[in-house]
């Protein structure tokens, strides 16, 4: 056993010293052939894709790995973050890729653990995010049932589950452990579009010796093209296309986050169309451009969906077409014919009457702008013109809610600041400092992504893909585990903090610097309007349990917390404290939840839930898409 340990550090510093694996194999300095376990063959194939973040709860089914881990970790190759929740995990991990573009694995034991983080895997799955998932499996020899797996005499029963999220691979035998790379790869640096994989190691395989392992046969990570040209004869036709229309819409999903906003910016002036962005990607054209109509959808804004309701082509980019995207298909009203551009064909023919281009947003559209130079599309002054006087009536509409910060609360008795003046006056501060915001799911994503004006792209994530309660508080580790980390703020409400509070505990562990805004309102706002505008009252989506943030904050030493918000003033004072600490800090602010139109930001698009689902599906199938 000594030997082996001693051969493991051995690997690791040779690795070490060369730079990489690849480079002591071509110094002659690293033996080719070597006797190597599974749990550290998939450490040096990681290490070969570039995955050196290990993030996730250890226990019984992770064992092996985790002394691996320790290895490497002494040898200074890998960073291990032992959270407290494996969905906390997969959120970090998720928001990692996301926002500074590095990759992690995330590492469970079997059973809950490993169902907390693939439920987690969602949000990497909605939004394109390339993540490693490693859970410890059941043992291969069927010597009787263990413990935590599911608990049904069949096999494989994990390998069905993730299947269902992303690729993934058994390993029940070591020597796979070459094709299972390959696999993950092909899933995680996919440029078509990144999904989760899963790498199931059962508990008694992982230790087993691969005798005589080839360490080139490790794969190498493979250039894959930036630039995906939609084919020629389709940009013909899509130019030919906008020519004919005089109302033209451009809407752009998450999957066009790394569009260029000049490549943009010059379509719009060459095709006439206005702009309408999603939820995710606010910024990629500045709130304040005069073609800029801002959000659109199920919680978008009045111009956006004006601009969405009554244009007679759109060009959709980069959406997968997720119900409040587009108004559970119903935003489409006027819409005769759709471009849309996106490097998956099943996505890119989401509508009927669309021309697909199929290939990456930057690149489609500069090859659209080389043929709009030279015959550009007629003046759509008059479209455009319609469109300003609805966003000047969205822009009124906004500041009318931020310039009456109180209304009268009745649960809490006293006056409370709204929402949309507590988000507004946070995400300006925000936008000051240049840091990054973060949305939690609900109400306050809803206010928060009508209410951002980023001049630039990818200082706001907001997961509405999958919606998931605890998201921002979680993605927060993030900038510990980054190489360059920014200063972030998370926005949550008291509903999405109590879902995912071991942030508390991780961000001292850990060092993370950043800023939580608790927003609470004893609710589950969204659901309880929602629940109002549907059936006429709310249920069961309250609470009147009094909740001392602050002194649960302040439980964790390191962890610096403010409250006595009650106006404006004092907001600007905490954040201002807040963000000069050097640590986790939060600032605690109560805010209204009630019928007055002020208190939110209001709906003005469709969406297919509860009892409108006849009258929408009825529209949806009017229009035809």
């Keep these: 056993m000594t030997n082996h340990l001693e051969l493991r550090q051995r690997r690791a510093r040779l690795i070490r010293e060369a730079g990489s694996m690849q480079h002591a194999l071509e110094a002659g300095t690293f033996e080719q052939f070597q006797d190597v376990t599974l749990s550290e063959a998939l450490l040096l194939g990681l290490l070969n894709q570039g995955v050196r973040k290990f993030v996730g ?37 998720a928001q990692l890729r996301w926002q500074y573009g590095e990759r992690a694995a995330v590492v469970t034991s079997i059973g809950p653990g490993a169902l907390h983080a693939f439920a987690g895997s969602l949000v990497a799955q909605s939004n394109g995010l390339g993540v490693y998932y490693i859970f410890g499996d059941e043992t291969t020899h069927n010597e009787g049932p263990n413990m935590q797996q599911i608990a049904r005499r069949e096999q494989d029963l994990y390998l069905r589950l993730t299947s269902t999220m992303g690729g993934c691979y058994s390993l029940g035998t070591p020597e796979a452990v070459f094709t299972a790379l390959k ?92 702009y309408v962005h999603g939820p995710q990607v606010p910024g990629i054209l500045p709130d304040g451009h005069e073609r800029n109509m801002t959000v659109g ?99 009124a509409f906004r500041q009318q809610r931020i310039e009456n910060p109180l209304i009268y609360d009745s649960k809490w008795g006293r006056q409370l600041l709204t929402q949309p003046a507590v988000l507004e006056r946070a995400i300006g501060f925000a936008d000051s400092r240049d840091a990054v915001k973060i949305f939690d799911a609900g109400d306050v994503q809803a206010n928060g992504f009508q209410l951002v004006r980023d001049s630039q792209p990818r200082r706001t994530y907001s997961d509405t893909g999958s919606s998931y309660m605890g998201f921002a508080v979680s993605a927060l580790l993030a900038s510990s585990m980054s190489e360059s980390p920014v200063y972030s703020i998370a926005f949550t409400g008291d509903g999405s903090f109590l879902m995912s509070p071991q942030i508390l505990l991780d961000a001292v562990q850990f060092n993370l610097r950043g800023m939580i805004v608790l927003l609470d309102n004893r609710r589950m706002a969204a659901i309880s309007g929602l629940q109002a505008a549907q059936y006429g009252a709310d249920f069961a989506t309250d609470d009147q349990v009094e909740v001392d943030y602050v002194q649960l904050a302040r439980a964790f030493k390191g962890v610096s917390a ?3 918000v009650e106006t404006l003033a004092d907001l600007d004072d905490a954040l201002a404290t807040a963000y000069d600490y050097d640590g986790l800090s939060i600032v605690y602010v109560p805010v209204y939840s009630g019928p007055d139109e002020l208190g939110g930001l209001g709906v003005f698009g469709s969406w297919n839930v509860g009892n409108w689902c006849d009258q929408v599906q009825s529209e949806k199938h009017r229009i035809g898409l």
């Design 57 to 93: 709860v250890f226990g019984h089914g992770s064992t092996d790995i985790a002394e691996v881990l320790r290895t490497y970790q002494q040898a200074g190759l890998v960073r291990v973050f032992n959270v407290r929740n494996e969905t906390e995990a997969s959120h970090a991990a």
């Design 183 to 274: 696999w993950g790869y092909n899933s995680v640096f996919n440029p078509a579009r990144e999904e989760p994989f899963f790498l199931l190691l059962p508990m008694n395989v992982q230790g087993q010796v691969i005798t005589g392992m080839n360490l080139a046969e490790l794969p190498l990570p493979a250039r894959i093209a930036g630039e995906i040209h939609a084919d020629q004869a389709g940009c013909d036709a899509a130019a030919e296309t906008i020519r004919r229309y005089r109302r033209i819409t451009v809407k752009v999903g998450g999957g066009a986050r790394t569009l260029e906003p000049d490549v943009l910016a010059r379509f719009l002036e060459l095709s006439g169309a206005v």
């Design 297 to 395: 959808g199920s919680k978008g804004s009045i111009s956006g969906n004006f601009a969405m309701e009554n244009c007679e082509l759109a060009i959709v980019i980069g959406a997968r077409g997720v119900c409040q995207w587009d108004s559970s298909g119903t935003a489409w009203r006027t819409t005769r014919e759709i471009i849309n551009i996106n490097t998956r064909l099943e996505d890119a023919l989401h509508y009927n009457r669309s021309l697909p281009l199929v290939g990456d947003c930057t690149t489609v559209l500069r090859q659209l702008n080389a043929i709009l130079e030279t015959d550009a599309a007629g003046s759509r002054d008059d479209w455009h013109t319609l469109c300003r006087r609805k966003r000047g009536e969205w822009d």
């Design 562 to 564: 403010f409250g006595g």
